[in-house]
């Protein structure tokens, strides 16, 4: 099912087929395609930029990272183990990175009309100049190509980094992370600004994996005693602080819900003494993770770090799948959240309080127009994070636009971020959303909603200043 056609970009994708609004959007397009790019949220691995090797092969560096691709390949029938994907035990995988790469070209059909296929395509072309569509037929040709290419100084790390024009990316980091890597960075004299952000969930959530040994490496890298809920406290704020000084300026919770809620002390220090006993049971640690995130907007109002929520997501479904690869590994499905009610303690204790900044990120859309645009339309510490993760297409963005511009408007929105861990992806899924944006404000000014002069300064602000607004860069 290959083909040996041209691979090409045309100018107009995405925009629409009616050619008053194509023009509309071209134009407005011309506007943001050169900005630098702003990556607030991702989960780039930093040991690429502190050590600047090449990358090994684009199988290593396209395939195996990124669970987009290897999510769609296991549905068809494909095992992870014939693409590399390292299991838990150490059992065997294929380690022939030019078979995994003929089997993406063989089943590329698949890709037709997501996301995934439009991002690569993206890479394809523009960071590793193929000019053949990716098949059965082609495989072996444009991985010779991209390896090639890969052997050239402007595809280290920091080269493509500064080709791709990118002026922040943060990472996504444990609070018991040393962040040596981007100490080597800071120090190396090289001028890409990558930081990082502080993620809590090894620590605050008591389900998760491995929890009690996470509080001792808390411990360890605080120099606080964790083993009581104040040091806790005291080593989680600790370790913010370091965050900060190494350039951080958010923090994130990736939560199955919103729910908060205010826990008193004493209600607090009980169930953490139960956890370190090992005795938490899951009601336990749903009101202890509720309460958490209300101890994180306290800490933002007081560092200064802008909130993420990224709720959900009922991560790791395939339990048989899980203990075999772990996390992230493409078994993650959306489920349905309640914004209004589990956010109501939260925000009716910080959300009137200007000096909090929370974006609240949702994949489950029916919430957008009933819960989310209404909410941010109205609490001043309250922002709707961008289209996110299933929905980070362009169906999806437009969808996010209809649904909550009426609402809340654009103001209340803080631009795009690209959630990813396939560094090469960062320019392609910039592109979708500045077209996708470009678009969606033409149909407004052949609607006469807007005047030509106010799209061009709201796409300029969706695709540049509302990030680096919200994210304090």
Request: hydrophobic share 35%; aromatic share 12%; proline share 6%.
């Amino acid at each position: 099912m290959g083909s040996l056609k041209t691979l090409e970009l045309n100018e107009n994708r995405y925009f629409s087929s009616d050619p008053v609004q194509r023009e509309t959007a071209s134009l407005l397009y011309q506007r943001v395609k050169d900005l630098p790019l702003v990556c607030p949220h991702g989960h780039v691995d930093p040991r690429l930029f502190a050590e600047n090797s090449p990358f090994p092969d684009p199988t290593e560096l396209l395939v195996i990272p990124d669970h987009y691709l290897f999510r769609m390949l296991y549905s068809q029938g494909i095992p992870l183990e014939s693409l590399g994907v390292p299991r838990i035990d150490g059992g065997q995988t294929e380690n022939d990175h030019r078979k995994i790469w003929q089997i993406i070209g063989e089943n590329f059909y698949l890709f037709r009309g997501t996301p995934t296929g439009n991002w690569l395509k993206h890479e394809l072309y523009d960071v590793f100049g193929i000019r053949k569509r990716l098949s059965g037929e082609t495989a072996m040709e444009i991985y010779d190509e991209i390896s090639k290419e890969l052997k050239k100084p402007e595809n280290l790390p920091r080269a493509m980094f500064e080709r791709f024009n990118i002026e922040v990316l943060s990472t996504t980091d444990s609070p018991i992370d040393t962040l040596d890597h981007h100490k080597k960075i800071k120090e190396s004299g090289w001028k890409g600004h990558v930081i990082p952000a502080f993620r809590p969930d090894n620590v605050t959530d008591f389900m998760f994996r491995n929890w009690q040994n996470n509080i001792d490496a808390l411990s360890h890298i605080s120099g606080i005693d964790c083993g009581n809920y104040y040091g806790f406290i005291q080593a989680l704020e600790e370790r913010r602080r370091f965050f900060k000084a190494m350039g951080a300026t958010s923090t994130d919770q990736g939560v199955l819900t919103p729910f908060t809620i205010e826990l008193d002390e004493k209600e607090a220090v009980r169930l953490y003494e139960k956890a370190i006993k090992g005795k938490a049971t899951p009601d336990d640690a749903r009101l202890f993770t509720g309460h958490m995130i209300m101890e994180m907007a306290r800490m933002s109002i007081e560092d200064g770090l802008t909130m993420q929520i990224h709720p959900g997501v009922h991560r790791n479904h395939n339990n048989e799948f899980f203990n075999i690869f772990g996390l992230d590994k493409g078994c993650d499905i959306p489920t349905a959240t309640n914004y209004v009610d589990y956010l109501k303690p939260l925000l009716n204790k910080f959300g009137n309080d200007p000096r909090l900044n929370l974006i609240v990120f949702t994949i489950d859309e029916t919430t957008y127009s009933r819960e989310l645009a209404p909410l941010a339309g109205h609490y001043p510490a309250m922002k709707l994070g961008p289209a996110w993760w299933f929905h980070d297409s362009r169906e999806g963005m437009l969808r996010y636009r209809e649904y909550t511009t009426e609402t809340a408007g654009f103001y209340n929105t803080v631009g795009f971020n690209d959630d990813t861990r396939a560094f090469p992806s960062i320019p392609a899924r910039h592109d979708v959303a500045r077209r996708v944006d470009c678009r969606f404000l033409a149909g407004l000014v052949a609607e006469h909603v807007l005047d030509m002069d106010e799209a061009e300064e709201v796409v300029v602000d969706l695709a540049y200043n509302l990030v680096k607004k919200n994210y304090k860069f």
